[in-house]
């Protein structure tokens, strides 16, 4: 085989390799089951929520150890 024909060869074989992982791809998220319009909503609000909580949470830490370190430090 002629380097030129290999090359080919190869290029070929990776544009095989990249149409096979778009179909693959594609067929794949055929599969998913998708939530609905408001099953996201619902999870976005929990989200939103856990967010706000650790939020205060980690600020409340915050500020109490702030507190205790100047306390310490005087």
Do not use: C
């Not at 002629?2 to 998220?29: C, D, H, T, Y």
């Amino acid at each position: 085989m002629a380097k030129a024909e290999k090359g080919k060869s190869i290029e070929r074989r990776q544009a095989n390799k990249i149409q096979i992982f778009f179909r693959e791809s594609v067929g794949e998220l055929r599969k998913v089951s998708w939530p609905t319009r408001q099953d996201a909503w619902n999870l976005t609000k929990i989200v939103l929520l856990v967010i706000v909580v650790m939020g205060v949470y980690l600020g409340l830490l915050d500020y109490i150890f702030t507190a205790l370190m100047s306390l310490i430090l005087g």
